[in-house]
């Protein structure tokens, strides 16, 4: 059984009790060693085996699987934040059903939900955007018909532009013709590790204060009115709206 394991987006307690208890036992250890904190695998058994995956390819990770496998050892492969999200996860679970290797997942907090709250800030606010959006821009991996990141803009929706700090100047021109362009945007760099650093902005100034700060990777941008301080209180918590928990009260 390979176990996959969400991290989490860099401090070691934001790593699922599961996932640690996963990864103190394992036999054999693949983490992605360009993103995932080393502290993660602090506690790891003493003679375990790890692999930094960062420098091998598809295949390599494979057969450090398959040997574990066919030698009876706890095999855990260790993903930053969620494997979910950029992850390149699906092309190993496949390679596992295809060698009938069995494999469960752990999830992760994604370091999306750590750049909320290093923002202390929500995402869904009533009357501004109930809709989250996560991508990135076209970079070597090309972005499938309808995805491009000016066709996502035009839902004016909370997004989340992963792997694109370094095209901040194309970033921002473009989501400059849907959005004002004076909506807001943050970056955050490294959420929830100690050089943690955010650099707020507008659409106009970010990619110019992104060079300031000197961030070129390991960063989120988000960008919407959510980072405002204008929205509708929600029904959930009015006191005079009923639902299947509590009875509201007469306005
Ligand atoms: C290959 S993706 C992996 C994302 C990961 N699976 C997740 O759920 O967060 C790597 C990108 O995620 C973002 N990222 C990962 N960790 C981050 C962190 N702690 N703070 C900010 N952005 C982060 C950056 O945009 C980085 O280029």
Redesign the pocket.
Known sequence: MVSFIGAG??DPELLTIKGKKLIDSADIIIYAGS?VNPQVLADAKEGAQIYNSATMTLEEVLAVMKDGEDKGLKVVRV?????A???AHREQMDALDRMGIEYEVIPGV???L??AAALKKEYTLPGVSQTVILTRMEGRTPMPEGEKLQDLARHHATMII??S?GMMDELSATLRKEYRPDTSVAV??????PEQKIVRGTLLDIAEKVKEAGIT????TVVGDFLGDDYELSKLYDKTFTHEFRKGVDA
């Open positions: 987006p860099g993103l993903h930053t934040g969620d494997p999200i950029f992850g994604s370091s999306f750590a750049t992963f792997l700090i955050v760099y490294k959420a929830s590790w990777k390991t960063a989120l």
